[in-house]
């Protein structure tokens, strides 16, 4: 099972830091209060350049997800299938994540989320989301 | 419903040069872009010293500066690049028009030459990925297969756009069984177009509902065929004033409008804007429409930049051309086929012509207001777009 590395200069990067720590953080404004994703040196909402880390609250919506069944790299070939998915935080980013290798969950679009962040080694962790329990779930009826 | 065409732009497509289009072309980048060049300019009428002006993609290998010594272009007066590949087909076109407009240059020539299939595979991992002791590590700052996406395994547009098609069928509540119809449907009927094109790399392979199903699924919803075919080969345009082109006497098609449109989170890929169901606000069509003076239901023919078959509904409801969430029915029930009410990629399409970053989508459009295309329908207008970070409106001249 490979997983992919950003390369090593870039696990220095405190959304990385944080990440290989245990939780997840994200970029955020420390005028406007918002986050943004991918981190930036400048808000994109008010063009502050105070931005610091907050840690996120874990929570977020399934915006979108694909099972991966064709490996574009030979070396992916013992992963797949593997699931990716574009999710929404409660802090109003977005980003890519999937679920855990060996992981099954019955997804759909608008399901409450929640994040685990998973160590992969000492230096380098990710956050993957699951679905939350049944009770957190928005009214589908 | 005509408005006035004042805003109208004021330049055309004067020539269209092109090699075939192969798996392995057996020659240099440079050598296929001269040749589509010099084909341009003999459709055109014109020759090479005509040339003041040159346009291309960021990602294209052959630069200006080759171009120019290559071909022994004596003066060049104006060449520029817009960024990435074929999200800027239309942008491409703008730009040339754009300089035409400004008088900083008389003749300008797109091109675009790439060995796609043969070379480095756009939809393969290796071009983003590195094999570092035995393992993968991607030292990409922005999408596709940068370090924020990279490592749930996300690192190629085809996977991107299968996380378009299942925002698309979450929003609109589609299940599995009606995205296969809807995407096959447009599969299938852009095959029967290639079958009727020469030029289509699957010119002389068919594909019935019954294969598009049984096709081999590659990333969730999306199957083989509803992926775009990685080519090798090479194009060129010729842009020229509209006044030089009805004193050439060319068989000309006149740009009316285009342009370039993007925004937070939809470029380099569309991940992190704040729909995915859509890929461009409404205001994208709305603009675009209004200065060629026209209106949605002006437009005769679309040709939607189709690197997977799910671009093709989400363009056609972005763009007004068909209702939100009509998609299915109107694919369905044929809209875009033969004697349907919109015909859409009468070429096959990226997808069963070849994977020409969009030149091939726009030469589509000027072949039919021309009145040359293999599948030739009655038009006057033809809307072409990457899902509207660029986008033009032809009309016959």
């Known amino acids: 099972m490979t997983v992919i590395r950003p390369s090593e200069d870039y696990l220095d990067q405190p959304f990385w830091t944080h990440l290989a720590a245990g939780t997840l953080h994200l970029s955020s404004c420390d005028d406007c209060g918002k986050a943004h994703h991918p981190p930036s040196p400048i808000c994109p909402h008010c063009r502050s350049f105070n931005t610091g880390w907050k840690p996120a609250s874990g929570r977020a919506t399934l915006k979108s997800f694909t099972e991966v069944r064709h490996p574009v790299h030979t070396l992916l070939e013992p992963s797949v299938p593997y699931v990716v998915t574009l999710v929404e935080l409660e802090e109003g980013v977005r980003m890519v994540s999937g679920l855990p290798p060996g992981h099954e969950a019955e997804l759909r679009v608008g399901m409450a989320l929640e994040c685990t962040v998973i160590r992969h080694d000492p230096r380098f962790a990710l956050p993957y989301f699951l679905p939350a329990p049944e009770a957190e779930q928005p009214d589908t009826a | ?255 009316l409008a285009a342009g370039q449109h993007i925004f937070p989170g939809s470029v380099p890929m569309y991940l992190y804007a704040a729909d995915t169901h859509s890929l461009a606000p409404e205001a994208v069509g709305r603009e675009l429409f209004g200065k060629a003076g026209l209106s949605a239901s002006d437009i005769d023919l679309a040709m939607i930049y189709d690197a997977t078959s799910m671009m093709v509904p989400i363009a056609l409801e972005d763009f007004g051309l068909i209702g939100r969430g009509e998609a299915h029915d109107f694919f369905t029930s044929g809209g875009h086929g033969p004697g349907g009410t919109l015909p859409v990629n009468t070429h096959g399409g990226l997808l069963s012509e070849g994977y020409f970053h969009g030149l091939n989508t726009i030469a589509e459009g000027v072949r039919q207001l021309r009145g040359e295309s293999h599948n030739q329908v009655s038009a006057e207008t033809a809307l072409v777009t990457l899902r509207g970070a660029s986008s033009m409106v032809l009309g016959r001249a």
């Not at chain 2, 392979?205 to 081999?216: H, N, Q």
């Not at chain 2, 080519?231 to 000309?252: H, N, P, Q, W």
């Open chain 2, 1 to 255: 419903m005509k408005r006035p065409m004042g805003e109208r732009m004021k330049t055309s497509i004067v020539g269209l040069g092109q090699t075939e289009f192969s798996k392995n072309s057996g020659r240099s980048e440079l050598k296929l872009a001269t040749e589509a060049i010099l084909a341009a300019l003999e459709d055109a009428g014109l020759e090479v010293d005509d040339i003041d002006g040159l346009v291309r993609y960021t990602w294209d290998h052959t630069s200006e500066a080759t171009i120019v010594n290559a071909l022994g272009i004596k003066a060049l007066k104006y060449y520029g690049e817009t960024e990435f590949g074929g999200v800027n087909c239309c942008g491409a076109v703008a730009q040339a028009s754009a300089a035409i407009e400004a008088g900083l240059a008389s003749c300008v020539v797109f091109y675009r030459a790439l060995n796609a299939r043969s070379g480095v595979r756009f939809g393969r991992g290796e071009r983003v990925l590195e094999e570092v002791d035995g393992g993968l590590v991607t030292r990409q700052p922005e999408p596709p297969g940068d370090i924020y996406s990279a490592p749930f395994g996300l690192l190629v547009p085809g996977q991107h756009h299968a996380l378009y098609a299942q925002a698309y069928a979450g929003h609109y509540g589609l299940d599995t069984e009606a995205m296969t119809e809807m995407l096959g449907a447009i599969a299938v009927t852009q095959r029967g177009y290639a079958n009727g094109n020469p030029r289509a790399l699957l010119h002389d392979r068919t594909l019935s509902m019954e294969e598009y199903r049984a096709g081999r699924v590659i990333s969730t919803p999306l199957r083989i065929y509803d992926y775009c075919l990685e080519t090798d080969g090479a194009m060129a345009m010729v842009i020229v004033s509209r006044e030089r082109a009805r004193s050439l006497g060319a068989k000309a098609v006149d740009v």
